[in-house]
């Protein structure tokens, strides 16, 4: 009763009616709409056409029992031909669209794996940079290496040096050491050469043989 009231009065708008129709699923319909357009760009499909063409064509222009459902010019035939064009034509333009739907989706999917591959070797090139400015100042293994190899030459050439001064100052000892020595045995034989003339004098005046004569001439 109150939709009988709401429907009989003026004031408001009458709301429209809604058809109902069909709605197919979409996707299970551009499923077989490839599928379909995948049959038909096949060489099978080309055979099979041939086939039903020649029977159809062969049966209707002789007759099994005088039997002949499309009869020259073959009216049906072409009717058929005709329906079979006006399907076929949406169903590959609806092919073509998913195709062409997924080639977009997948054109985007590779523009941005190329955005993001770019922005990464972006990245890995400012960090290689980065890293061989830090490494101009960082010691390399030939650098190193021949760090060593000069350090290992200095410390050579400074035992040698250390060496020959050594056996410099070794000769410089022994030739100070003979000196002393030379020094010594002539100040002992210095003192040798003055001692001698007081152990021989006296014992020259005092000998008998020089008092004798003393005595006599008194």
């Given at each position: 009763?109150a939709e009988?009231?709401?429907?009989?009065?003026l004031?408001?708008?009458r709301?429209?009616?809604?058809i109902?129709?069909p709605r197919?699923?979409k996707?299970?319909?551009g499923r077989?709409?490839?599928t379909?357009?995948?049959f038909m760009?096949?060489?099978?499909?080309l055979?099979?056409?041939?086939?039903?063409?020649?029977?159809?064509v062969?049966v209707?222009?002789?007759?099994i029992?005088?039997f002949?459902?499309?009869?020259?010019p073959?009216?049906?035939?072409?009717?058929?031909?005709?329906?079979q064009a006006?399907y076929a034509?949406p169903?590959?333009?609806l092919?073509?669209?998913?195709q062409?739907?997924?080639?977009?989706?997948?054109?985007d999917?590779d523009r941005?794996r190329a955005q993001m591959?770019?922005?990464?070797?972006?990245?890995?090139s400012?960090e290689?940079a980065?890293?061989?400015?830090?490494?101009?100042?960082v010691?390399t293994?030939d650098?190193?290496?021949?760090?060593?190899t000069?350090l290992?030459?200095e410390?050579d050439?400074?035992a040698?040096?250390?060496h020959k001064q050594?056996?410099?100052d070794q000769r410089?000892?022994m030739?100070r050491?003979?000196?002393r020595?030379?020094?010594g045995?002539?100040?002992?034989?210095e003192?040798?050469?003055?001692?001698?003339?007081?152990?021989?004098g006296p014992?020259?005046?005092s000998?008998?043989?020089?008092q004798a004569?003393r005595?006599?001439?008194?």
């Open positions: 009763m009988a009231r709401r429907a009989g009065r004031d408001q708008p709301e429209p009616g809604r109902t129709l197919p699923d996707e299970a319909f077989f709409a490839e379909f357009a995948r760009g096949t060489a099978r499909f055979f099979y056409m041939t086939i039903f063409l020649l029977i159809w062969a209707n222009l002789i007759g029992f005088g002949r459902w499309d009869p020259y073959f009216i049906l035939l072409n009717l058929f031909f005709s329906a006006s034509a169903l590959i333009l092919a073509q669209n998913r062409a739907d997924r080639d977009r989706v997948s054109l999917e941005r591959q770019k922005a990464e070797t972006e990245y890995l400012r290689i980065s890293l061989r400015i830090a490494l101009g100042e010691a293994r650098f190193i290496r021949s760090e060593l000069r290992g030459e410390l050439e400074a040698h040096r250390r050594e056996r410099k410089k000892d030739k050491a003979a000196r020595a030379v020094e045995a002539e100040h002992e034989y003192l040798d050469y003055d001692e001698e003339p007081d152990s021989i014992a020259i005046g000998g008998p043989e020089v004569p005595a006599s001439r008194g």
